[in-house]
């Protein structure tokens, strides 16, 4: 009988441990790893964070996928730094930013984005580089503002057609995303999650692997996911990218981002093409090359270079070629300044 009243005791404190460790953790992290940047208030209680590096001409702004922060960016934006200015940034609901006040469609993240710019002192011109959907992002921030930007580089963008609702075979995906998702938000609080990517990517592993077990065949195939996509990346952001995934805003933010895929496609789909804006399109090799029309709906003047050794990570598989397109553009805008001041 006594140890059946203890149960109930010892649960709570291992909920309360879990919180305490959770707290802590999230604490650390953010004196530790977030000091490299800053943080730019955009009204309605959001403060989005922006890290700059560079210096020089036309700004170069660099705009992550669907569920990834800056650090996605790590080594080219480091890698372009020494020929421009550079800025990357966490949109709302993810890394370091405050949690997201809008739907996570491109017009409002292009919206905010200038805002950010504005807010942070940072002038046009711009050069855009957008990986997958936030290259949808950055053809919206091109439309909105188009006297702002002199060139745009899209790494493999979202291909509309491939999501609802014109593909409705891709609705459960999302919605098997979006319940992931919610279920990880309360495992995050509980300072689980924390245990399970601090062991996958800063020590040896074998608690994700256990976990990821428990969950069965979705858990493993997760877990083979991360291991693919983030071993590409430099193994010192590994433990910032286990910094966020430990939060629970992160999940709540990523969440946000699987639900707006829908209103994403429809406001895309209405979209103008970009007109006199010159667009460097990188296609991987293991995708089949967008076609012509494709091409004339995203601008009039739309270059596409297929990257050979590449799948959907173009700047994790082939950095060299992301930082030679962004280095045509830096030239082909010093080029257009110094002929206009002539």
């Known amino acids: ?13 291992l909920v309360a441990a879990g919180f305490l460790y959770q707290w802590l953790g999230s604490h650390y992290d953010r004196l530790r790893y977030a000091r490299g940047g800053r943080w730019i208030d955009i009204g309605g209680r959001c403060r989005l964070y922006l890290l700059e590096k560079g210096s020089g ?3 170069v702004l660099f705009e992550s996928g669907i ?14 730094s020494r020929f421009a200015t550079t800025a990357s940034y966490d949109r ?14 491109p017009g409002n993240i292009a919206t905010e984005l200038h805002d950010l710019l504005s807010g942070a002192g940072i002038k046009p011109p711009y050069i855009l580089v957008g990986h997958s959907f936030g290259g949808l992002v950055m053809r919206r921030f091109a439309l909105l503002y188009p006297e702002e930007v002199t ?12 999501w609802p609702p014109l593909d409705p075979t891709k609705q459960a995906f999302l919605d098997r995303g979006s319940q992931l998702s919610s279920w990880a938000i309360p495992i995050a609080r509980l300072g689980l999650a924390r245990l399970a990517v601090t062991s996958l990517l800063c020590r040896s592993g074998r608690i994700a692997e256990r976990l990821a077990g428990a969950a069965g065949n979705g858990g493993k195939h997760v877990l083979g996911r991360i291991k693919g996509e983030v071993g590409k990346m430099p193994q010192e952001v590994w433990p910032i990218v286990a910094a966020h995934w430990s939060r629970p805003g992160y999940y709540a933010g990523m969440r946000s981002h699987v639900l707006a895929v829908p209103d994403t496609v429809r406001e895309m789909l209405e979209s103008e093409p970009i007109r006199g804006i010159p667009v ?37 598989d082939e950095p060299q070629l992301v930082i030679d397109s962004i280095q045509e553009m830096v030239t082909a805008s010093t080029a257009e300044a110094i002929a206009a001041v002539g």
């Open 1 to 13: 009988m006594y140890y059946i009243l203890l149960i109930p005791g010892v649960a709570a404190a």
């Open 57 to 59: 001409g036309a700004t």
């Open 67 to 80: 569920a990834a922060t800056n650090l996605n960016w790590f080594h080219i934006q480091e890698k372009v």
């Open 92 to 105: 709302g609901g993810l890394g370091w930013s405050s949690p997201c006040r809008t739907p996570r469609t």
């Open 151 to 162: 060139s745009i580089v899209l790494v493999d963008p979202m291909r509309c057609e491939e």
């Open 280 to 316: 460097l399109l990188l296609t991987p090799g293991k995708s089949s090359p967008l076609s012509e029309e494709s091409l004339r709906q995203i601008g009039d003047n739309v270059q596409q270079v297929i990257a050979p050794a590449s799948a959907h990570w173009i700047h994790l």
